[in-house]
Each structure stands twice: as C-alpha cells, then as structure tokens.
C-alpha cells in the first residue's frame, strides 16, 4: 500500500516535448513537494503546495508548471523539454507541523535525448 | 552556495562496527536537521532528526548528535548491519522558509 506514489517510474522523451510527471499521496498529509535529483546527486526543492496552495517556487524555469488538483495530488508538468531537464524527479509529502519529516515516492527518471 | 556538506562520498565499515556519517552546515537559521537512508531505486526515507535546541537523539540503533557551535552533524550507526548499506542524505530544515536543504549524499557499505 504505497504511501507516495508516481507515475511513471522512467520516461524517455526528446526535446521539445510536453510531459506530465504524476504524484499522489494516501497519508493525508498538507504539503506537498517537487524535488530534483541532479547528476551530482544533490536533491533541489522546485515547489511545494499547502493544500493545493503554491507555497515555493525556487527559481525554476517557467516550463516547469505544478499543478494540485486537490491536496492528495502534484503533478508536474514540462514544456519543450531539454536536454538538462534530464534527472531524477522526487515527489514527497510531509505534515502539517511536522514539515520537516518528508515522505518521498519512488522517483521518476526523466531523460531527455 | 552549497549550504550542507557531506564531505565523505563513501564509508565502508565491518558489520557489528560503529557507521559514523558526518554533515556540516554554513548558517544557523535552521530549526531541524534530518538524516534520510536512500536505496537505489528508491526515494529517500526519513530516518530521524533533531531539532535545533538539542543536541542528541537516539532512536534504537541511530543516533544524531549536533554541534551548533561547530555547525556540525553526525549520525551513528550501532552496530552496523548489512542492510544499512545505502546513500545517506543529511538535510536541513528552515522552518520560516518551509524547505529542506539537501546534502549530497554518503554511500554506507556494511561488510559482512
């Protein structure tokens, strides 16, 4: 029973293209997060939203678009693609006064060609 | 800026041994400091933390000690297992900011 779950695992693309990365979470926690794992492995908070609300935004290039239907799901979406959009993408979710423990899905590599 | 840094990439230790995985940090404005254990393949996960105004948590086998006035944060292992192998992440947390800054990870191998 995955606590933070997304989809999909791996994504291949090339530039140029739209994805979708989706998140969901059954903790029923407040916040939630986008990380990016880089090549020198360093995880880099992109946004995080409070009950669907935009909470962070870290300076990330506006093709990147998060978007929280309710507060169980982040989705992130990107436009034309590039090459340096390619890493590891972390959902994670943590809660209300306790936002300091976060709760990480699986990952999803992206990678762009 | 590289504001947290864990400037050991490995450690390799006997099982049975102490793991003793060490984080420095450059500012004072954070409220928790975090170690996650990450498999490969897999997201981090929470192992414990310790808030700001201690300077000691134990929690079974791990232990988090923090010295503020060194701006230094260590995690013990005792005694190591073989599944303790994994990378390890410190983090920080600045609670006015509401984010967590990552280290960049320790690769722990327990040697049978």
């Known amino acids: 029973d995955t606590a933070v779950s997304q989809t999909p695992k791996y994504l291949v693309t090339q530039m140029g293209n739209d994805k979708s990365i989706k998140c969901e979470q059954n903790?029923?926690?407040?916040?939630m997060y986008w990380y990016k794992q880089d090549s020198k492995k360093f995880l880099k908070i992109m946004f995080s939203?409070?009950?669907?609300?935009?909470?962070i935004n870290e300076t990330v290039p506006n093709r990147f678009s998060p978007k929280s239907p309710d507060k169980a799901h982040l989705n992130l979406h990107i436009n034309s693609l590039e090459l340096g959009d390619s890493a590891v993408y972390f959902c994670?979710?943590?809660?209300?006064?306790?936002?300091?423990?976060?709760?990480f899905g699986p990952g999803t590599r992206l990678t762009v060609t | 800026d590289q504001q947290v840094k864990q400037n050991s990439p490995s450690l390799s230790v006997q099982e049975g041994r102490i793991s003793i995985l060490n984080c420095d940090y450059t500012?004072?404005?954070?409220?928790?400091f975090l170690w996650y254990k990450k498999y490969p393949a897999e997201g981090p996960t929470f192992l414990i933390s310790?808030?700001?105004?201690?300077d000691k948590n134990e929690d079974g086998r791990f232990t988090v000690f923090l010295n503020k006035s060194a701006k230094h944060l260590s995690l013990h292992i005792v005694p190591s297992q073989p599944g303790d192998s994994a990378v390890y992440f410190c983090?920080?947390?600045?609670?006015?900011?509401?984010?967590?800054?990552f280290g960049d990870g320790t690769t722990l191998t327990v040697k049978p």
């Open positions: 994670a979710s943590s809660l209300r006064d306790r936002d300091h423990e976060q709760y």
């Open positions: 903790l029923g926690h407040d916040t």
């Open positions: 939203y409070n009950n669907k609300e935009l909470i």
């Open positions: 500012n004072s404005m954070f409220d928790y």
């Open positions: 310790i808030s700001s105004i201690k």
């Open positions: 983090a920080v947390y600045n609670t006015n900011a509401g984010k967590s800054t």
